[in-house]
């Protein structure tokens, strides 16, 4: 066996190269399996179900009273945004992509959800008030 830095001959069980003293044999360098090691976190499925879940409760609450008629209580806006912008983030993240960009998508979607209610809501009271 020679020495990798000087290229002497060293006998086989020598753990030093005799002339440069640089070690010999069995070299420290980490596996590429042992090196690359990239833990890919991804947000649990149960988190993107509890969210539906309550974007769900989100549109009843948006939806119901629009197509009884009532008034939309504007601060349901907001609330539409949130979980739908919270469920297309979780949901883009699952599918590795970038959050924000779901967090966009859903912020959009909910504020047509909510625009959309108000405009059944409006429609329904012009329709029963003749
Ligand atoms: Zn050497």
Redesign the pocket.
């Not at 549109?59 to 008629?69: E, L, N, Q």
């Not at 699952?94 to 047509?112: C, M, P, Y």
């Given at each position: 066996m020679h020495?990798t830095?000087?290229?002497?001959l060293?006998s086989p069980d020598a753990k030093f190269?005799a002339?440069?003293?640089?070690p010999i044999g069995e070299t420290e360098k980490p596996t590429e399996a042992q090196a690359v090691t990239v833990v890919v976190s991804k947000p649990r499925a149960l988190w993107l179900y509890i969210v539906g879940i309550l974007l769900f409760g989100a549109y009843a609450a948006i939806f119901i009273p629009a197509i009884v008629g009532l008034n939309i209580n504007p601060q349901v806006g907001p609330g539409s945004m949130f979980w739908n912008g919270l469920f297309f983030y979780l949901w883009w993240k699952r599918r590795g992509r970038k959050g924000w960009h779901g967090a966009l998508v859903g912020s959009v979607i909910g504020l047509f959800a909510f625009f959309a209610a108000a405009f059944i809501s409006a429609l329904i009271r012009h329709g029963a008030g003749g």
């Amino acid at each position: 066996m020679h020495c990798t830095q000087c290229g002497t001959l060293a006998s086989p069980d020598a753990k030093f190269c005799a002339k440069c003293g640089s070690p010999i044999g069995e070299t420290e360098k980490p596996t590429e399996a042992q090196a690359v090691t990239v833990v890919v976190s991804k947000p649990r499925a149960l988190w993107l179900y509890i969210v539906g879940i309550l974007l769900f409760g989100a549109y009843a609450a948006i939806f119901i009273p629009a197509i009884v008629g009532l008034n939309i209580n504007p601060q349901v806006g907001p609330g539409s945004m949130f979980w739908n912008g919270l469920f297309f983030y979780l949901w883009w993240k699952r599918r590795g992509r970038k959050g924000w960009h779901g967090a966009l998508v859903g912020s959009v979607i909910g504020l047509f959800a909510f625009f959309a209610a108000a405009f059944i809501s409006a429609l329904i009271r012009h329709g029963a008030g003749g």
